[in-house]
């Protein structure tokens, strides 16, 4: 893979200093060429890992490797300044963990700010279930996220929501969640939004028309029990499965069994 190209955005992938300055000219010279578009430095962002090897690790660090684009330097990621990329933040780290921190405090600041309007403390319920957790859902699918991360977001709602609805502060929170037909308010917990966006993920990943990401799925699918992966590799296999036997039950026209259509 040495690229990846979606509408305007495209990142570049090499192995060396060398081979990304070349791609990077041939870049440069190729908008030069269309007289219709031009490179933007203050956009270009680079990433890059040096491998250092000790008696006891290996380990991959940030450097910088002096890369220039349209004659001008690129930009270095830091922890202090991550880049935006197709919605998604990237962190030197190259990991999900700043992000899901990032999400939780978004979460409970959009929750003050809820609570803080001039609106009655139904319509805030209304904002929070119909906008708030739709809004979370596009970060609960390209993250990698836990459970945890589900019921840490949960909490953080759980006291606006039942001071909203008038419950007290330390009341069972089911009533928030079960449905109308139970009795409760009806409201979608995080947790779900969480499981939902993470099978979302093993679902592309699973019919993916890349093989490589195919058999990823099955690695997860295969791997530790005690891997979040895995419990959402099978989470989608069981809701796949329900699905299947439903569709078969709704084409039963007889007593003759399940499949039987005559």
Known sequence: LTHQLFVDDLTLITRTRE???????ILDEWLKWTETMQAKPVKCWNLSFKLH??????????YNPDLTIAGAPMNIMTDESPFKHLGRWIWTSI?????????????????????KSHVSD????????????LRYRWVCNIYTLTE?????????????????????????????YMPNRKHGIGLIPFSV???????????????????????????????NKLNHHHKYAHMLENAERNLELSNIESRSQSSNGLGCEG
Not at 19 to 25: C, L, V
């Open 19 to 25: 081979a990304h300055q070349k791609m990077i000219d």
């Open 53 to 62: 090897v000790s008696n006891y690790s290996r380990t991959y660090k940030q």
């Open 95 to 115: 990991s999900d963990q700043q992000n899901i921190q990032k999400s939780l405090k978004n979460i409970l600041d959009d929750m003050e700010r809820i609570d």
């Open 122 to 133: 139904t319509a805030k319920i209304w904002i929070y279930n119909k906008y708030l957790t």
């Open 148 to 176: 945890t991360f589900g019921k840490e977001a949960e909490q953080i709602c759980q006291k606006f929501l039942k001071k909203w609805a008038g419950i007290p502060i330390h009341a069972n929170a089911d009533i928030l």
């Open 193 to 223: 939004i969480v499981a939902q966006g993470q099978c979302l993920k093993m679902e592309t990943e699973k019919r993916s028309g890349d093989a490589r990401l195919r058999q990823l799925y099955q690695n997860r699918l295969n791997g």
